[in-house]
């Protein structure tokens, strides 16, 4: 399951380009607490159509101006819908922009960088399995790191996931078993 495709339609674009526009942690987590919600709600119908079947979740991987507008048109859906200016999503659209993608924030850089886009994704993924545990839907999640290329990003990653599954065990008073890999 590549979860950057989840983001695409809908409202989701809309918050995902609030938090790729974000000018701080606290504007990125604004934006990404708008998309825990929706990231949830589809992994539960994803655990929920495959019951009982292992689910290898690749975390979000893409190069980030994609997720942006390639037109002025698009541009000007942005600026009515997120109330900025065209110059910043430009200047925002510029700064992204790579020349070789897979060499820039993909895979589990973007969590280096960003690592609150890991917290929620982890958070969307361990409490769909949680409801779907007290629903009787046997889940089976396996959590991938994308483009790791160390022992101590992989561990930098182990050691993210699993803290913040521990506060999402506490806070549900529930645990399920999950698998990290890459």
């Not at 949830?40 to 655990?47: A, C, K, V």
């Not at 994704?121 to 483009?147: C, F, N, W």
Request: charged letters at 25%; hydrophobic letters at 40%; proline letters at 5%.
């Amino acid at each position: 399951c590549r979860t950057e495709h989840m983001f695409f339609e809908g409202d989701k674009i809309i918050a995902m380009r609030e938090m790729i526009l974000a000018e701080n942690t606290e504007e990125r987590k604004k934006a990404l607490a708008k998309l825990l919600p929706l990231q949830e709600e589809d992994f539960e119908g994803i655990f929920t159509a495959m019951n009982g079947l292992p689910v290898t979740i690749r975390l979000l991987d893409p190069p980030l101006h994609e997720f942006l507008p390639r037109d002025i048109k698009g541009i000007e859906e942005m600026v009515e819908a997120m109330h900025i200016t065209e110059s910043r999503i430009k200047q925002k659209i510029n700064a992204l922009h790579e020349m070789n993608p897979m060499l820039g924030h993909r895979g589990c850089r973007l969590a280096n960088t960003y690592p609150e886009i890991t917290e929620m994704q982890t958070r969307a993924i361990l409490q769909a399995a949680l409801k779907l545990k007290k629903r009787g839907v046997e889940t089976q999640p396996d959590t991938m790191v994308p483009l790791t290329s160390s022992t101590t990003e992989m561990k930098h990653h182990e050691n993210l996931i699993g803290s913040t599954a521990e506060r999402v065990f506490g806070v549900m008073g529930g645990t399920i078993k999950y698998e990290i890999g890459a």
